[in-house]
């Protein structure tokens, strides 16, 4: 197992941190990326918050055959109550009978919410995995290997940028709802979004064929195979992460567009996206319609963002993440060092005085 030492050169002399006896151990590599991703405070908080809204998603109107707590589906229409207004309250906090209210037909929205947070989260992750399969692929064999083969992949991935993206995911919407749903809908579209991931990729590839640690395993005899995935591909995971993160945010805001204009997600099924369309007439007389699913689409793609951020710092080590902390360290330290040194300087002349009286 691969292991690294803890650096304590930056930590200034004299700092009680630096005089411990435990400062410098052996770390794995996974408790390396542990550490450096649990220090990043805003993915940490946005991946607790990303995994308090798929809890709410599942648990409160189940998946599948399994039931939630939430009485009320998304398919239910109960009678409209208090004007169709939202019942929740903060302050006592009370969920009430519809805390996000009820559309002009007297659907429960908060069940709709959370059935649209269901459908967009997996769409979410079919898009961006799809993706990033394909485009670490495409850019990894063209990045390594170059020739023929970069020229032909490269090409092909031209043509794929030129068809605007829009109209060739209205296209493959379109055919995927009368396929089979929201799952051909997240491939399909997965299909059309590898283009900026292959090209990333590909120049990552091309500055780390070139590095020491690559002539190095092909002189031990590597494989090109174990070069790639071992020893070129996890230098190149931070430009991965990153992509793939922005993929899957950008994957919810494609299928908000496509909603609106009806060819993403099909009735009777719903998304957040198809919510904001299918409610828009009423968005100067039940403006909550909007605001939760609004909301929850914000929060996902800001919550995916901020992990991809923190999982890039900690998986990349060429990333140095300036900490603010570390500098009012120093600053603190080198502070004291300068007094010591001054309250040496002065008591310096009043020994040789009294050197000089005693010989007297």
Sequence with gaps: MTTYLENTADLPPGDPESEAPDTTRGLSQGRLVLKRFLGHRAAIVSLVALVLIILLAISSIGIGPISGWWKYSYTDIPTIANGGRPTLQLFPFSLGEHPFGQDRVGRDSFAMTMRGTQISLTITVLVGFTAAFIGIVIGALSGYFRGWLESVLMRFTDMIIIIPILISASVIAYKAGNIGGFWFLGLFLGLVSWTGMARLVRGDFLTLREREFVDAARLAGASDARIIFKHILPNAIGVITVNTTLLMSSAILLETALSYLGLGVQ??????????????????????????????????????????????????????????????????????????????????????????????
């Design 267 to 360: 009735p009777p099924d719903t998304s957040l996206g198809r919510l904001i369309s299918d409610n828009q007439a009423a968005f100067t007389t039940r403006p909550w319609l909007f605001w939760w699913p609004g909301l929850f689409i914000v929060a996902i793609c800001l919550c995916i963002n901020f992990v991809g951020d923190g999982l890039r710092d900690a998986f990349d080590p060429r990333q140095k993440k300036f900490s603010v902390r570390q500098m009012n360290r120093a600053s603190r330290a080198e502070a004291r060092a300068i007094r010591k040194a001054q309250a040496s300087a002065s008591q310096a002349p009043e020994a040789d005085d009294a050197g000089s009286g005693g010989g007297a």
